[in-house]
């Protein structure tokens, strides 16, 4: 391998073992992060319910069971009773009932709030007054400027509350309540956001766990899950996201790098018939290849593998400091993925060194030479064969996801692309020598020498140029696929957001939600049927056979104010309890008046009727449910996302009664909504986006290797008369045939996909292609593939008599 193309062959299996060690950090960090700890580092144990729910199927051999968690706090309800039973155990010194509750002080900064048990966790001593025991005191960390005896004013459940200060903790930034009132602020009295378990290195976990059979009981590491329940469900849906799109990735290494070696083991053709002519056995010429390619696959797919826990961290920073995942969820490098990116690099370019080998090694030594100056101008069967079968397989994924649509139809878009992608691949030659007969007119007319010898060398060359096009076609459908689906689904939601609020004002919070009493006044300012309170929750729901989480909303008051395109059913019958609407895209074959079985935040299962199905998922949630139900169920239950307003009524006396809650319009509040979806992508995106980097890479490096194998051609080129300039031009033209050829395909691929999403989720309404960046990939892939084609190629041309190599 000459050493220009076993760099640019090198580069590429540096970045690939990048890319598949990168998502190999961010799934070991699913699968083995835990939350950190901060109030629960002192505890021996910690006793709460299951933060997951699981579904079973099937039954014998065939049983499978699926796992979400949950997004809200799973309370422990009788706390009391089981505290004493753990107490009771032998090594238990104290049991405390943790309970935590959002807090706002009077700068609008936004606390959280705990019962005083709750101080013994962290073994700050008070460093001035007592311990709070009405229901109008509070202990403030002493950072707070207060003093002992003041009255400061909080906002809890409600509006501003007066509180005397009994209090002030030597340190920390928690603020504590009497024991009574936080469990009462929480909306469940009784109960408990966890039992924390202190003792001595005696205390038997055994005997805890047998004292709380029906609980989870968790020490070490696990212990900070339970702290910190938004890691649990950001870990499950990071391990879904590398499952999802990294194995998109993994793919997409194939692709490139089955391109990259294939154009390598192309410019040694010569060189292996020469040795089938001198006698090597087939075998022999495979294994040279495959020894040849591992030297270089190595070195570098160990250096990937190392860079990987960099980039791998690099991608993890990025997405916790746009909020897709929870600042509590540490990165756990180790050395597997290192290992796992070596091991997949390696095999997959030995893999695709020896497919690449396997012609010229069958070349008859006798016919050896004759072959190797030329292309075959027929596709093997295999591969016919084959690239149809995934054409085959991308129709039927899109006709499926036109059929059954919801759900089902976003699961199937990443194999479409990758399907139609394979089948191009595999079928390139025909493309490529289609591409070619449509632009050979245009290029000899514009320029008779260079047009001419453009066209007959693409024509000769249609197998390599198939290996280029691929990449190219690949850019341009992923990164067109991956962010106008993005943009579609945000461009939806806003749509059906905006037409489905059918309020005139919308107060909102600037705090953690609005007190449910901002309902009540609301009531009275602007008419019994004018409002509605809005509650944001995510239920977990069996879609399709799979367990699901969904998002979902509960509702109180008037339904005036929305309108999420019912299609049969009414939404006044979320009036009454133990009901729900379904959007039709979780719907399946429940009807109106049938049941539906479903999980609530907490994770209690119900079974409710059928009231409605609906149309507008996006914009509204998949499951509409009575707000009642929902709060009684979350973390929160005191608090509403937003209120929504029929008419033109003077809002200020609850604005004024509330501080914090605000007055907005419904078109401001839909793009609200709109970035709150954008940011629900986000991760996805981010993690694409590092996706379309190597695919970029993988272009840039196979248009380079791609002109530095043809030093020979066109040293011959110069020999019988051509000149610099007109094989300048020559190679710029071809760019212009491949680049155009392979965008082409690409746009086909990305508007099949796109058009299939359309039908099938968003709506074709929905659809949101911008003009500016299509031009934008499509610009970013023309100036990397002519930047690869045109600078080796000055470089291959720069100097005086050329040599033939």
């Not at 937003?642 to 078109?667: E, I, K, Q």
Request: proline share 5%.
């Amino acid at each position: 391998m000459r050493r220009g193309i076993a760099a640019g062959v090198a580069a590429a299996l540096m970045f690939a073992a990048m890319l598949v060690g990168s998502f190999g950090v961010l799934l070991e960090s699913g699968l083995r992060a835990h939350g950190q700890l901060d109030r629960y580092a002192g505890a021996v144990a910690v006793v709460a319910r299951s933060q997951s729910v699981s579904h079973t199927t099937g039954s014998g051999e065939s049983k499978q069971t699926e796992s979400r968690p949950l997004t809200e706090r799973a309370r422990i309800p009788d706390a009391a009773a089981e505290a004493a039973r753990l107490r009771a155990v032998p090594g238990v010194t104290a049991v405390v009932k943790d309970v935590s509750v959002p807090v706002v002080d009077g700068l609008g900064r936004q606390l959280t709030g705990h019962g005083w048990e709750s101080a013994a966790l962290t073994g700050t001593p008070l460093g001035a007054g007592r311990a709070p025991v009405g229901d109008r005191q509070v202990v403030l960390p002493a950072s707070s400027g207060a003093t002992v005896g003041a009255v400061v004013p909080l906002r809890t459940d409600g509006g501003p509350q007066p509180f005397t200060v009994s209090g002030l903790l030597a340190g920390g930034t928690d603020v504590y309540f009497a024991q009574p009132y936080a469990a009462a602020l929480s909306g469940h009295p009784a109960g408990a956001d966890a039992l924390v378990v202190l003792g001595g290195p005696d205390t038997s976990v055994a005997a805890l766990r047998q004292a709380a059979p029906d609980r989870v009981v968790a020490t070490g590491t696990a212990r900070g899950d339970v702290e910190h329940p938004a890691v649990p469900a950001a870990r499950a849906d990071l391990i879904g996201i590398c499952a999802a799109i990294g194995g998109t990735a993994l793919m997409v290494m194939l692709l490139v790098v089955t391109s990259l070696l294939e154009m390598s083991v192309r410019d040694r053709v010569r060189e292996l018939a020469v040795l089938r002519a001198v006698g090597a056995t087939p075998r022999q010429v495979r294994r040279l290849i495959v020894r040849g390619t591992l030297k270089v696959a190595l070195p570098a797919a160990a250096v990937g593998g190392a860079l990987s826990l960099g980039s791998g961290a690099l991608l993890h920073r990025l997405m916790t400091s746009q909020g897709g995942l929870p600042p509590e969820l540490a990165l756990t490098p180790g050395p597997l993925p290192v290992l796992g990116a070596l091991l997949v690099t390696v095999l997959a370019a030995v893999g695709a060194a020896w497919l690449a080998a396997r012609r010229v090694s069958r070349i008859r030594p006798v016919e050896a030479l004759g072959e190797a100056a030329t292309e075959p101008t027929r596709l093997p069967r295999w591969r016919m064969v084959t690239g149809l079968v995934f054409l085959v397989l991308g129709l039927a994924l899109a006709g499926t996801a036109f059929t059954i649509g919801g759900q089902a139809a976003v699961a199937a878009m990443s194999g479409l692309v990758m399907s139609l992608i394979w089948a191009t691949a595999l079928l390139g030659p025909w493309i490529a020598r289609g591409g070619i007969r449509l632009l050979s007119l245009p290029l000899r007319r514009l320029s008779p020498v260079s047009g001419r010898l453009a066209s007959d060398g693409a024509r000769a060359a249609a197998v390599r140029m198939a290996a280029v096009i691929t990449p190219i076609a690949l850019a341009v459908s992923f990164g067109a696929t991956q962010l106008f689906v993005q943009t579609s689904v945000v461009n939806s939601t806003r749509i059906q957001a905006t037409a489905g609020l059918r309020a005139d004002q919308v107060l909102v919070s600037d705090g953690p939600g609005i007190p449910h009493r901002a309902y009540r006044t609301a009531l009275q300012t602007a008419g019994q049927d004018q409002v509605t309170a809005v509650k944001r929750t995510t239920v977990v729901k069996v879609v399709g056979g799979q367990l699901q989480s969904l998002p979902a909303q509960g509702l109180e008051g008037s339904t005036a104010t929305v309108d999420p395109e019912v299609r049969s059913g009414s939404l006044a019958g979320l009036a009454r309890p133990n009901t729900v609407a379904l959007g039709a895209d979780v719907a399946g074959g429940t009807e109106v008046g049938g049941t539906t079985s479903l999980w609530l935040g907490d994770g209690t299962e119900i079974h409710p009727e059928v009231v409605a199905v609906y149309g507008s998922s996006l914009g509204f949630g998949s499951v509409l449910l009575p707000r009642a139900e929902v709060a009684a169920h979350s973390t929160d239950a005191g608090l509403d996302d937003y209120l929504l307003v029929g008419g033109h009524a003077d809002l200020r006396p609850v604005t004024d009664a509330f501080p914090g809650v605000r007055t907005t319009s419904t078109p401001a509040y839909g793009d609200a909504l709109t970035e709150r979806a954008r940011q629900g992508g986000l991760v996805g995106l981010i993690a694409s986006g590092a996706i379309a980097g190597f695919i970029m890479i993988g272009v840039v490096t196979t248009l380079a290797v791609s002109t530095a194998s043809r030093r020979r051609e066109l040293s011959l080129l110069r020999l019988i008369g051509a000149t610099r300039r007109q094989l300048l031009r020559m190679l710029r033209m071809e760019t212009a045939v491949v680049v155009g050829t392979g965008t082409v395909v690409g746009a086909l691929v990305a508007a099949a996909t796109l058009l299939t999403f359309g039908g099938a989720v968003t709506g074709m309404a929905g659809l949101a292609v911008s003009p500016l960046l299509c031009a934008g990939i499509v610009g970013a892939v023309g100036l990397a593939g002519a930047a690869a084609v045109l600078l080796p190629a000055r470089s291959l041309l720069r100097g005086g008599s050329p040599k033939i190599g």
